[in-house]
């Protein structure tokens, strides 16, 4: 019955927190330090003898350093700042507003997220294209326009397509805070004087102003180090950026060998960067929140009425869900039933057929890729989730040690590009053969274990902070066990969040291509790289094909997600 | 069964939270007899909370000991700790803690799991809980289905299911609007007598605290300024805080004229007169305490006999409140307020009487600061 003070309580903790520890500091923190070591050998391998500075040197020295630094920054900052302006306009029109049809927008508003970013920019490129782009061929042949106007192969064009992709993040994290925000300080604002416009200026826009910043940073890091859109629009272009840059001199250095040094010092360069940003982000991120989704709130605050403004704000969200989902999708489906790549036409619609389902069905390589995704899949959502919850629960709900250094070390990889963590499993399993990952589809696995930690962790700790500390204590006080706490009481609560995160991870496992594409071996392809490699080889309508199947499935992932995640919040209060 | 056997006791209970210089529980002494409803009254932050949460074992005390029938449930000094669980305490939350994904009838069923009970003993309990806070037909409802009154009522029942050696309840009536916090007081009061258990009582209200209590611990700053039953508490207060909390709100200075064969005199703006009987020197200065509604009003032409206390005055203002009024009556050159009933009403710059007795006027030696 009763027992020592200290020795009670303290020792499972400290136990627990050990273990969590080493499991993070094994995902996070060894492949990071080989990376950086890589940096300083003299062939760029973490276990050889000597010591260089000459890949620093040279990387500093490198002509192309500052295009590189440019180019990046340019391409963040506009995404940042596209996504940001479409993810205010649309929490304000979808949360404040008597817009019609609202909750049928509201519900559509994070089906684009369904298009891996990868499937988004190449349905741009059969739209705007300079030759074979829809509406390029279209424009010019109707109006006359000269061909290749637009040219999506560009900073611009990457821009935009990054900048929608990230759009509807940018909604998610500001619908709450907008929908939110106390009517009445609106209402005290218009009974002081205050028309719309100040009202907007003055009150409004001032305590968002947190939410804004911080979903600012993070679209600003996400822009930092995705491959995806730069690597599908920007190497074809020959513009680079960090993430494009790294993935080109592991598979195509300019003298034929990995350039491990080259690669492992400009991490280095680029990490203290993107480690600060991440700090920044993560002290504004206490709350957690904002990676929760929508509540279900029950009450809706006073909508705003639009008045004249009812049609053209519709026709604009319209043509915003067109841009963003009908179009792209449209023309993947259209590519995928062309038996070769065309110039759009209507003589075309002839001689469509299934083959290039067909062919990919027959093909053994794709069953294989088919059943490669969703083990990795499932396998990365089900090993995020039990980490993260466990993250979770010690750090927000437990006295134990470490936990400053263990919420650190989880959030840690939102900050670090996909390519880069690629490139470290690559050295730590190519010298560690104890665990003969290299190559197989369990490297990544761990890859995107290690890359959606991050968010894993944000959406758990800001549903365990919002279980009211008392429904624990009542259990406590009822004669309840820690062990009985957590299975009658925690995790039932904290389950549909559960079940978001599973659900969002198993989607984002399923569509990212860079860990994948960095750690490809002969025996671990997955839909993604094999999408990829048909694109790349100019099967342009077989990849098109396997697209349209992807979005498929994704479609229904984002659609359990959503209802997974808003019921998950009306439990915990 | 009130006993005078004494069920907890806790002894130099201190608790200081991390970051904090002061300790918000600072040597306090407790007990609490076997079937008392006995209650911890103070302002927020006096530390009244977390003195219940380390009875619960939610807090844990940084030095002193506390005994629940003879069993020691923490003695800092000795090493010994149990933990909540192992207590056989109960408690009722200020925010209810009803567990949203249970149904009424499971939140109730939880604390006999651990009990050695079969499967139609439980049920057969936890339905006789519910049915005792009036809530047998909810059983098989959602719990967030409720009102904020039932929910209170689920919680309730949660906490005697067990039949606990100790329930504990922690501001549970606050969230309730005024109607239904009456009732509940009532309620709540009866419940602990039907089931005899013993209650420690959590409450920043002093109305509260005088309707349900045998016993009430007044805290302040993480102390225990006065500890009584309600009537000697709100009659004769152990000091100038308490006498203030309890909502005596007239008060004016004085200065201890005499004290001859027990009897203490006060020079107050009102002249010498007898006061409640004290120990403090001649010419100590003091507050003196008279609450408006220990003075009558009498019109002056209805003046009788000479005992007690007696001023005359004028009335300024009567403020007429329904249920009582209220007067401002000029004595000399000061206010004195009066409530009195409506029986019958007074008029503006009608002379008057005031009388009270000498021993509703108490006083405390100044606080030299």
Not at chain 1, 345 to 371: G, I
Not at chain 1, 423 to 444: E, K, R
Not at chain 1, 499 to 525: E, I
């Given at each position: ?573 | 069964?009130r006993?005078e ?5 806790g ?11 002061r300790p918000v529980v600072n040597g306090i002494d407790l007990d609490v007899r076997?079937g008392e409803f006995f209650t911890l009254l103070g302002p927020s932050g006096c530390g009244k909370t977390t003195t219940l ?39 009722v939350f200020q925010s ?52 904020g009154g039932?929910?209170q009522?689920?919680?309730l ?10 329930l504990l309840l922690d501001e549970p009536l606050s969230n309730l609007d005024a109607a239904l916090r009456e009732q509940m007081r009532v309620e709540l009061r009866d419940l602990q007598r039907?089931?005899?258990?013993t209650a420690v009582y959590v409450t920043h209200d002093q109305e509260e605290a005088m309707a349900l209590s045998d016993r009430v611990a007044v805290m302040n700053a993480g102390h225990i300024v006065d500890i009584g039953d309600p009537k000697r508490l709100f009659m004769r207060p152990a000091d100038a805080f308490v006498a203030r909390f309890l909502g005596a709100n007239q008060e004016f200075e004085a200065t201890v004229e005499s004290q001859t064969a027990g009897e203490t005199r006060l020079r107050t703006p009102f002249g010498i007169v007898p006061a409640a009987s004290n120990d403090l020197a001649p010419g100590t200065k003091c507050r003196a305490f008279l609450r408006p509604e220990f003075i009558e009003c009498h019109p002056r032409s209805e003046a009788a006999g000479t005992d007690g206390i007696r001023f005359e005055g004028t009335v300024r203002d009567v403020l007429f409140f329904g249920r009582t009024v209220a007067y401002r009556v000029e004595v000399g050159d000061r206010i004195l307020e009066v409530v009195s009933t409506p029986m019958r009403i007074l008029e503006p710059g009608q002379p008057v009487e005031l009388r009270t007795l000498p021993e509703h006027l108490i006083a405390f030696a100044e606080q030299v600061t």
């Amino acid at each position: 019955m009763a027992k020592a003070i200290d020795r009670s309580a303290r020792a499972p903790l400290v136990l627990a927190g050990g273990a969590l520890l080493l499991v993070l500091g094994y995902l996070v923190a060894v492949p990071l330090v080989m990376l950086v070591i890589s940096a300083f050998k003299p062939n760029g391998f973490p276990f050889e003898s000597g010591f260089t500075l000459k890949h620093l040197v040279a990387s500093f020295g490198n002509p192309l350093l500052p295009e590189l630094i440019t180019n990046t920054l340019l391409f963040s900052l506009g995404s940042t700042a596209l996504a940001l302006l479409l993810g205010i306009l649309l929490a304000f029109l979808l949360e404040r507003t008597d817009l019609p049809l609202r909750n049928l927008w509201r519900g559509a508003a994070i089906l684009p997220m369904a298009i891996p970013p990868m499937l988004l920019a190449m349905a741009w490129v059969l739209l705007l294209s300079p030759r074979i782009g829809a509406i390029n061929v279209l424009l010019s042949n109707w109006f006359g326009v000269a061909p290749g106007t637009f040219n999506i192969y560009s900073l611009s064009g990457m821009i935009f397509v990054e900048g929608m992709s990230l759009a509807p993040s940018a909604y998610l994290m500001l619908a709450a805070p907008v929908s939110n925000l106390a009517t009445t300080m609106e209402e005290a604002a218009a009974l002081s004087g205050a028309g719309p416009l100040r009202r907007l200026r003055r009150i409004i826009l001032p305590m968002l102003l947190p939410a804004i910043a911080s979903a600012a940073i993070y679209l600003f890091i996400v822009g930092l180090v995705v491959f995806d859109v730069p690597g599908s629009l920007g190497i074809p272009a020959r513009i680079f950026v960090l993430s494009t840059h790294i993935y080109n001199l592991a598979h195509n250095p300019p003298n034929s060998i990995p350039a491990l040094g080259e690669i492992g010092s400009l991490s280095f360069i680029f990490l203290i960067a993107l480690a600060a940003l991440g700090l920044v982000y993560h002290r504004m991120g206490r709350d957690a929140r904002r990676f929760v989704t929508i509540t279900g709130k029950a009450t809706a605050p006073r909508l705003w009425d639009l008045g004249i403004w009812r049609m053209p704000v519709t026709v604009g969200l319209a043509l915003y869900f067109v841009l963003t989902l009908i179009l792209p999708i449209a023309i993947l489906i259209w590519t995928s039933l062309l038996p070769y790549q065309a110039r759009i036409s209507p003589a075309l619609v002839e001689v469509m057929n299934f083959d290039n389902y067909a062919t990919f069905m027959r093909n053994s390589r794709s069953f294989e890729a088919m059943k490669n995704s969703i083990i990795v899949a499932l396998v990365s959502a089900s090993l995020v989730v039990l980490l993260s919850f466990a993250v979770a629960i010690y750090v927000t709900r437990t006295k134990g040690p470490w936990r400053t250094s263990i919420d650190l070390l989880a959030f840690a990889p939102m900050a670090i590009p996909g390519v880069m963590i690629g490139m470290a499993l690559i050295f730590v399993y190519l010298t560690f053969d104890a665990l003969p990952v290299y190559g197989t589809i369990w490297i990544i696995v761990i890859a995107f274990t290690t890359e959606y930690l991050a968010y894993g962790t944000r959406s758990a700790n800001g549903v365990a902070v919002q279980v009211h500390p008392e429904l624990e204590e009542a259990g406590r006080m009822s004669g309840a066990g820690a062990w009985r706490i957590q299975r009658r009481i925690l995790i039932p609560l904290v389950l549909p969040a559960i079940l978001a995160v599973w659900v969002w991870v198993f989607a984002h496992a399923l569509r990212a291509l860079s860990a994948p594409l960095m750690l490809q071996g002969k025996d671990n392809t997955v839909m993604v790289t094999l999408l990829w490699g048909y694109w790349n080889t100019g099967e342009i309508t077989i990849a098109a094909a396997i697209g349209v199947v992807l979005v498929g499935v994704l479609l229904i992932a984002t659609a359990v997600w959503r209802s997974a995640a808003s019921r998950g919040m009306t439990h915990a209060h | 069964m009130r006993t005078e056997r004494p069920l907890l006791l806790g002894q130099d209970l201190t608790k200081t939270y991390d970051g904090q210089a002061r300790p918000v529980v600072n040597g306090i002494d407790l007990d609490v007899r076997q079937g008392e409803f006995f209650t911890l009254l103070g302002p927020s932050g006096c530390g009244k909370t977390t003195t219940l949460r380390m009875i619960a074992g939610l807090e844990r005390p940084d030095h002193g000991r506390i005994e629940l029938d003879g069993q020691v449930l923490i003695d800092t000094a000795a090493g010994i700790l149990v933990p909540p669980h192992k207590r056989d305490i109960a408690m009722v939350f200020q925010s209810y803690a009803i567990w949203p994904h249970m149904t009424v009838l499971e939140n109730v069923l939880f604390p006999l799991e651990t009990l050695r009970l079969d499967a139609h003993q439980r049920d057969k309990r936890a339905r006789q809980a519910l049915e005792r806070v009036g809530l047998g037909a909810f059983a098989d409802r959602g719990a967030t289905q409720l009102s904020g009154g039932q929910q209170q009522r689920v919680a309730l029942a949660r906490a005697i299911v067990r039949e606990a050696r100790l329930l504990l309840l922690d501001e549970p009536l606050s969230n309730l609007d005024a109607a239904l916090r009456e009732q509940m007081r009532v309620e709540l009061r009866d419940l602990q007598r039907q089931i005899g258990t013993t209650a420690v009582y959590v409450t920043h209200d002093q109305e509260e605290a005088m309707a349900l209590s045998d016993r009430v611990a007044v805290m302040n700053a993480g102390h225990i300024v006065d500890i009584g039953d309600p009537k000697r508490l709100f009659m004769r207060p152990a000091d100038a805080f308490v006498a203030r909390f309890l909502g005596a709100n007239q008060e004016f200075e004085a200065t201890v004229e005499s004290q001859t064969a027990g009897e203490t005199r006060l020079r107050t703006p009102f002249g010498i007169v007898p006061a409640a009987s004290n120990d403090l020197a001649p010419g100590t200065k003091c507050r003196a305490f008279l609450r408006p509604e220990f003075i009558e009003c009498h019109p002056r032409s209805e003046a009788a006999g000479t005992d007690g206390i007696r001023f005359e005055g004028t009335v300024r203002d009567v403020l007429f409140f329904g249920r009582t009024v209220a007067y401002r009556v000029e004595v000399g050159d000061r206010i004195l307020e009066v409530v009195s009933t409506p029986m019958r009403i007074l008029e503006p710059g009608q002379p008057v009487e005031l009388r009270t007795l000498p021993e509703h006027l108490i006083a405390f030696a100044e606080q030299v600061t």
